[in-house]
């Protein structure tokens, strides 16, 4: 089974990182991805650094959390369960009575054996999060009386940075294929795991060969990561990217869905439902308003990198999501991520192979400059410049050659010819 190296990885090492936006715990999930492949870049950059209309926060390090009982009995412990902690917490080191307490414990009443995780990103506060047995135990247990000790050795670091991974395969050619996942969530299997193990397993099949058109692979911190490194290399990206991946929630053995880019009609889209049709495989497409991945950054105004989403069973809508039952035992397998990788494979060889003509030449070209103003014999009663013209208006990276010969009403052969043609006098590249 190809996806077992990397689950095994995931499962025996990275799922007990307490992983953020920021600090060791992501670092040290970049730092074994990098064992694996050498050639992966760690970038950063520096907190408190403005990324477009954000800012990223300090970094944040945790090194102990836990609750004292009046008897001194840690009744919450971080390093038993490092959901247990409200990830962003500042320091604290107090006595609190159990009203205070209370109000600080997070629980799902519906779900009784699950601890939810819960973050403060943007806003300095602390808490814990208790399954919601545990939580009515405290309450039964102690009187109101009763004081506890909260410890939360937490630190910021405002010179800190936000660090990411990055990895190219060159190809054939310089139009690229962004395949994107997260890597800033803590001890969850699906909801952050599953992406990154299918994308070392996609790294592995290509890397060591020369695919037809580059791949870009990053891991990135969710939402922050996404729009730092498009701080860092939007002008790139919207130059060279046709299409990509992000890779969210594609572990389990459920269902298979996706996002579509904002407008539904990207080469990405076209080739994942290109894919799911030549597996033969049943799917649910989510609409573009109920987005709440990376795809809202790679598919926002003026960016409309043409990204799109796939998923086995979307964020939010498994019931183990964003709390301690999204484990390998629950919730992924092998059997769910290789049928992820397969949809996620088959749509990259897709749009690997597809040919996607982009124009040189910013605005309408002037024909007679390259030799190509004039009617050819083999062309006696149509006008093969507007063809041209026509060819160059549609290879503005949105259209592949079939795209383009459809609205052209001209044969496969015949844009071909045309391809040949402007790519020799230098006015279209692939």
Not at 69 to 94: A, Q
Not at 247 to 257: P, Q
Not at 314 to 325: M, N, Q, R, V
Request: aromatic residues 12%; charged residues 30%; proline residues 4%.
């Amino acid at each position: 089974m190809p996806i077992e190296k990397y689950y095994n990885l995931a499962k025996n090492n990275l799922f007990f990182l307490c992983r953020s936006i920021t600090g060791k715990g992501t670092e040290q999930t970049l730092r074994i991805i990098k064992k694996e492949f050498p050639k992966l870049k760690i970038l950063k950059k520096k907190c408190r650094s403005k990324v477009f209309d954000w800012k990223i926060p300090s970094e944040w390090n945790i090194f102990d959390a836990y609750i004292l009982d009046k008897y001194g009995k840690k009744i919450v412990d971080f390093k038993k369960n490092n959901l247990h902690l409200v990830n962003y917490s500042i320091p604290f080191n107090k006595k609190i009575n159990k009203k205070i307490l209370l109000s600080k414990l997070h629980s799902i009443p519906h779900k009784p054996t699950a601890i939810p995780y819960v973050v403060t990103y943007y806003k300095k506060d602390w808490g814990f999060s208790v399954s919601h047995k545990q939580k009515k135990k405290i309450i039964n247990d102690y009187k109101s009386s009763d004081n506890f000790k909260v410890v939360i050795k937490s630190k910021f670091k405002k010179d800190g940075y936000l660090k990411y991974g990055e990895l190219i395969i060159p190809g054939a050619s310089k139009q690229e294929i962004l395949i994107s996942t997260y890597i800033c969530h803590p001890s969850m299997a699906n909801n952050e795991l599953s992406g990154p193990i299918v994308s070392m397993q996609l790294i592995k099949d290509y890397i060591t060969k020369k695919p037809k058109k580059t791949l870009r692979f990053v891991f990135i911190p969710e939402t922050i990561g996404s729009l730092t490194y498009l701080s860092e290399k939007l002008t790139h990206l919207k130059k060279n990217i046709i299409g990509g991946y992000n890779l969210s929630c594609i572990g389990d053995d459920r269902n298979h869905s996706c996002i579509l880019s904002k407008y539904e009609n990207s080469q990405s889209d076209k080739a994942l439902l290109e894919a799911y049709k030549k597996l033969k495989i049943k799917y649910k497409i989510f609409s573009y308003l109920d987005r709440g991945s990376d795809e809202r950054q790679y598919n926002s105004p003026y960016v409309n990198l043409g990204i799109t989403s796939i998923f086995r069973t979307k964020y939010g809508e498994y019931p183990e999501y964003h709390t301690s039952l999204d484990t390998f035992e629950n919730v992924v397998t092998k059997k769910g991520l290789t049928g992820g990788y397969k949809v996620a494979k088959k749509s990259i060889d897709i749009l690997l192979n597809k040919i996607i003509p982009k124009s040189n030449v910013l605005c309408e070209p002037r024909l007679s400059k390259y030799g190509l103003y004039k009617k050819f014999s083999i062309e006696k009663k149509k006008n093969i410049t507007r063809d041209y013209i026509n060819f160059m208006t549609y290879s503005d990276g949105k259209n592949d050659l079939k795209d383009i010969s459809t609205k052209l009403n001209i044969s496969s052969k015949k844009s071909m010819e045309y391809l040949k043609i402007l790519i020799k006098k230098k006015l279209i590249s692939i």
